[in-house]
């Protein structure tokens, strides 16, 4: 068979643009033809692309390259999306260069301008292309112009959403709902990734919810468990070696740290706005080998672990506050932070605060938080602010919050060649978001490293730890889930992961995380249930 993936953005980085990623190249090494059309500009970075084509404004292609297919793979061809005035996302960010706007703030001509050469490029790369299949991501925008492009084209295709588009585009803008409602009538079938996700789509568009699950199929989401693998401690401190020796310019420096510090404790709390452009998102931090010498992996240290988006929503600010419990009870641990983000240096700020016992610079910032975001929210951390004005919190926060100093560790943005050098040194992966997430595909990388997943018991996260349930011991399962309600939420997540420290003190779960990642959690598993998808579709 021979599938197109209509994605819309790029490949690199998380969420959906690893989903269509692995789904491309698992497709192809499954022995069909694929084609995606996506917004990324260095196509000749993805070994697994065998040919690229690039378009313009009117949809008419030029040939970048060609070459032979990767071994055991079958082509796999990228068809490089046009950039209009405009570049639409959901959240913005600093990390894309020109003029980039939430769906939300788009004028009716810019939206009008974006179609017209989205629905130009799809046309013409179907017409040449002739793919069996479409696969289209998201509820907005990729399905909006593939209902118009298939039906030129004659191209059955079928829906995948994923949680962004809902939460931050449908749900802000009755634009998109509109034209997200008109698509999923259009669409030949929904293949769900998370429950979740399914449930808030059908909680949108009542009226036509079942027709909607009548063309349903659960799909879930995977993992390349042949990217990632446990690590025997005695061999970790070589793959932090290995890492450090990877790792590239033009990162964050300590001088910016100290700096940023230094003017928090002036009281500057502006100053967490003042890096947004300062070094480069896309790479971890300058100093990497001297970070990595400090985090003790050949010990007995309890090693705490996130990896994503270094955003309010990620709910990392939770976790630093609840940091001082977990040392109350877990005096060895340690937290790693990879990631980057617009909200970092209000997390080291935090982090700062409590390591030097300056409660009051910790109040302000918890007072200002959500304003210090580069999204349009404000208020302060509810959650933190809850917890500080208890007696037995704020006597946790003055007296263990100094010995975060040199226990947490920020390293910057690490690709997964990287990230597979450091997983695999943590005991418990930390996933504590406080707004919807559609998907945990960090479980999954989790598991596939033998690292025990912990997080916040709502949205797909939920499905996530529900999953896991029947496969983990009960009492290990229980501290899994972290509480989500601001109050107690951050008591409930230091006491749940010091519980789930001194578990695994007692017993080695790794392998069988590993297993249950191989046998369930592969992507083989879920781009075969694509196709079977695909193959009634087109019957």
């Given at each position: 068979?021979?599938?197109?993936?209509?994605?819309?953005?790029?490949?690199?980085?998380?969420?959906?643009?690893?989903?269509?990623?692995?789904?491309?190249?698992?497709?192809?090494?499954?022995?069909?033809?694929?084609?995606?059309?996506?917004?990324?500009?260095?196509?000749?970075?993805?070994?697994?692309?065998?040919?690229?084509?690039?378009?313009d404004?009117e949809?008419?292609?030029?040939?970048?390259?060609?070459?032979?297919?990767?071994?055991?793979?079958?082509?796999?061809?990228?068809?490089?999306?046009?950039?209009?005035?405009?570049?639409p996302?959901?959240?913005?960010?600093?990390?894309?260069?020109?003029?980039?706007?939430?769906?939300?703030?788009?004028?009716?001509?810019?939206?009008?301008?974006?179609?017209?050469?989205?629905?130009?490029?799809?046309?013409?790369?179907?017409?040449?292309?002739?793919?069996?299949?479409?696969?289209?991501?998201?509820?907005?925008?990729?399905?909006?112009?593939?209902?118009?492009?298939?039906?030129?084209?004659?191209?059955?295709?079928?829906?995948?959403?994923?949680?962004?588009?809902?939460?931050?585009?449908?749900?802000?803008?009755?634009?998109?709902?509109?034209?997200?409602?008109?698509?999923?009538?259009?669409?030949?079938?929904?293949?769900?990734?998370?429950?979740?996700v399914?449930?808030?789509?059908?909680?949108?568009?009542?009226?036509?919810?079942?027709?909607?699950?009548?063309?349903?199929?659960?799909?879930?989401?995977?993992?390349?468990?042949?990217?990632?693998?446990?690590?025997?401690?005695?061999?970790?401190?070589?793959?932090?070696?290995?890492?450090?020796?990877?790792?590239?310019?033009?990162?964050?420096?300590?001088?910016?740290?100290?700096?940023?510090?230094?003017?928090?404790?002036?009281?500057?709390?502006?100053?967490t706005?003042?890096?947004?452009?300062?070094?480069?998102?896309?790479?971890?931090?300058?100093?990497?080998?001297?970070?990595?010498?400090?985090?003790?992996?050949?010990?007995?240290?309890?090693?705490?672990?996130?990896?994503?988006?270094?955003?309010?929503?990620?709910?990392?600010?939770?976790?630093?506050?609840?940091?001082?419990?977990?040392?109350?009870?877990?005096?060895?641990?340690?937290?790693?932070?990879?990631?980057?983000?617009?909200?970092?240096?209000?997390?080291?700020?935090?982090?700062?605060?409590?390591?030097?016992?300056?409660?009051?610079?910790?109040?302000?910032?918890?007072a200002?938080?959500?304003?210090?975001?580069?999204?349009?929210?404000?208020?302060?951390?509810?959650?933190?602010?809850?917890?500080?004005?208890?007696?037995?919190?704020?006597?946790?926060?003055?007296?263990?919050?100094?010995?975060?100093?040199?226990r947490?560790?920020?390293?910057?943005?690490?690709?997964?060649?990287r990230?597979?050098?450091?997983?695999?040194?943590?005991?418990?992966?930390?996933?504590?978001?406080?707004?919807?997430?559609?998907?945990?595909?960090?479980?999954m990388?989790?598991?596939?490293?033998?690292?025990?997943?912990?997080?916040?018991?709502?949205?797909?996260?939920?499905?996530?730890?529900?999953?896991?349930?029947?496969?983990?011991?009960?009492?290990?399962?229980?501290?899994?889930?972290?509480?989500?309600?601001?109050?107690?939420?951050?008591?409930?997540?230091?006491?749940?992961?010091?519980?789930?420290?001194?578990?695994?003190?007692?017993r080695?779960?790794?392998?069988?995380?590993?297993?249950?990642?191989v046998?369930?959690?592969?992507?083989?598993?879920v781009?075969?249930?694509?196709?079977?998808?695909?193959?009634?579709?087109?019957?």
């Amino acid at each position: 068979m021979k599938i197109a993936l209509y994605h819309g953005y790029e490949l690199g980085g998380s969420g959906s643009n690893e989903y269509t990623r692995y789904l491309a190249h698992t497709l192809a090494k499954l022995g069909h033809e694929v084609m995606v059309v996506c917004a990324d500009k260095e196509p000749e970075t993805y070994p697994f692309v065998s040919r690229a084509v690039a378009y313009d404004l009117e949809g008419n292609p030029t040939e970048l390259f060609s070459r032979e297919p990767a071994a055991g793979c079958a082509p796999i061809s990228l068809h490089q999306l046009p950039r209009t005035s405009v570049y639409p996302v959901f959240l913005t960010d600093k990390q894309r260069e020109g003029v980039v706007k939430a769906f939300p703030e788009m004028t009716d001509a810019e939206i009008a301008e974006y179609h017209g050469a989205m629905s130009a490029t799809l046309e013409r790369a179907l017409r040449d292309e002739k793919p069996d299949i479409l696969h289209a991501n998201h509820l907005v925008y990729q399905p909006i112009v593939a209902a118009e492009a298939c039906a030129k084209t004659g191209t059955p295709f079928y829906t995948v959403p994923h949680g962004s588009s809902i939460e931050y585009t449908v749900n802000a803008d009755e634009r998109f709902k509109k034209a997200a409602k008109r698509a999923l009538e259009a669409t030949g079938g929904l293949a769900w990734i998370a429950r979740e996700v399914r449930d808030r789509v059908y909680k949108l568009y009542p009226d036509i919810e079942q027709s909607l699950r009548d063309k349903s199929h659960m799909v879930g989401v995977g993992t390349d468990t042949s990217l990632f693998e446990p690590l025997p401690k005695a061999k970790r401190r070589a793959a932090l070696d290995e890492l450090a020796g990877m790792f590239r310019a033009g990162g964050k420096t300590p001088e910016q740290r100290a700096e940023l510090c230094a003017a928090l404790d002036e009281g500057d709390i502006e100053a967490t706005r003042r890096y947004w452009s300062a070094y480069n998102q896309k790479v971890e931090d300058a100093d990497l080998p001297e970070l990595l010498a400090n985090i003790p992996v050949e010990g007995d240290a309890d090693i705490l672990f996130f990896v994503g988006a270094m955003t309010y929503g990620k709910g990392i600010q939770s976790l630093i506050a609840a940091m001082p419990g977990v040392l109350a009870k877990r005096p060895d641990a340690h937290l790693v932070l990879v990631g980057s983000g617009t909200y970092r240096e209000v997390l080291e700020g935090l982090a700062h605060a409590l390591a030097s016992g300056n409660l009051a610079l910790f109040d302000k910032l918890v007072a200002k938080g959500k304003d210090l975001e580069r999204q349009t929210m404000s208020g302060p951390l509810e959650d933190l602010q809850a917890y500080a004005a208890t007696d037995s919190g704020r006597a946790t926060l003055a007296e263990h919050g100094p010995k975060l100093a040199g226990r947490v560790h920020f390293l910057g943005r690490l690709d997964h060649p990287r990230l597979r050098c450091i997983f695999p040194c943590a005991h418990v992966g930390v996933f504590p978001s406080v707004i919807k997430e559609a998907s945990p595909l960090v479980f999954m990388e989790a598991l596939s490293n033998g690292v025990l997943p912990s997080g916040s018991y709502h949205s797909g996260l939920r499905d996530g730890l529900d999953d896991l349930e029947p496969h983990l011991p009960a009492e290990i399962w229980r501290h899994m889930k972290l509480p989500i309600e601001p109050e107690g939420r951050v008591a409930g997540i230091a006491d749940n992961l010091a519980a789930l420290l001194g578990a695994l003190r007692e017993r080695d779960l790794g392998p069988s995380l590993r297993e249950l990642a191989v046998s369930r959690y592969d992507w083989v598993a879920v781009a075969q249930k694509m196709v079977d998808i695909a193959d009634k579709i087109v019957d």
